[in-house]
């Protein structure tokens, strides 16, 4: 759960789990596009383990927020397409938490997804919304230019000019910040 959500206790830890969430997210699409590996994680709220400090458990357990490992367990049948049944799937919008809905077993191979085990549900998280089509342009990066700067090839035959929008006034100027920072 720390891979999701903020975990001010214990920031080191949430960082870590962050940066394993999306690892997934960005390399689990790809692997299974191309070598047919799947990745997904498996983030579990509370469960008893012996990375808790002492009396934690208890406490938890007390207070009704102690997640069973069936429920671990049951995420990963879902990932390994055995069956169990569909009342302890949901689908949570990252954009409307307050939106539940039933789900089935998955049709599809599941890779790059984010499987979080609470209580006795698993809940699929879907990805985040792009802001707007630039973020989705710049994130899936469908005309290359990220692979391609990486492999040394820069796309510059039939780039468009960059159109700054009704923002540009606030923007600083481009050569301002070559000057700052000493770029050529």
């Given at each position: 759960m720390a891979g999701i959500y903020g975990f001010q206790v214990q920031p080191?830890?949430?960082s870590a789990k962050h940066g394993i969430v999306g690892l997934v997210r960005s390399?689990?699409?790809?692997?299974?596009?191309?070598e047919s590996i799947s990745l997904n994680a498996v983030l579990p709220a509370f469960v008893a383990t012996g990375l808790a400090p002492d009396g934690l458990i208890d406490v938890v357990r007390m207070a009704g927020h102690l997640?069973?490992?069936?429920?671990?367990?049951?995420?990963?049948?879902l990932l390994l397409e055995e069956t169990i049944g569909k009342e302890c799937y949901g689908r949570i919008d990252d954009n409307d938490d307050s939106k539940r809905e039933g789900l089935e077993?998955?049709?599809?191979?599941?890779?790059g997804e984010r499987i979080e085990a609470s209580l006795d549900y698993i809940y699929l998280r879907k990805q985040v919304r792009f802001a707007n089509e630039s973020q989705r342009?710049?994130?899936?990066?469908?005309k290359g230019w990220w692979s391609g700067a990486y492999e040394g090839?820069?796309?510059t035959k039939g780039s468009q000019p960059h159109n700054p929008g009704p923002c540009a006034s606030a923007m600083v100027d481009a050569d301002e910040v070559?000057?700052?920072?000493?770029?050529?």
């Open positions: 080191q830890y949430a390399t689990g699409p790809k692997l299974l596009r191309d997640t069973p490992m069936r429920t671990v367990i049951n995420a990963f049948a077993q998955p049709r599809a191979v599941l890779s342009s710049l994130i899936e990066d469908p090839k820069r796309r070559k000057n700052v920072f000493n770029y050529a």
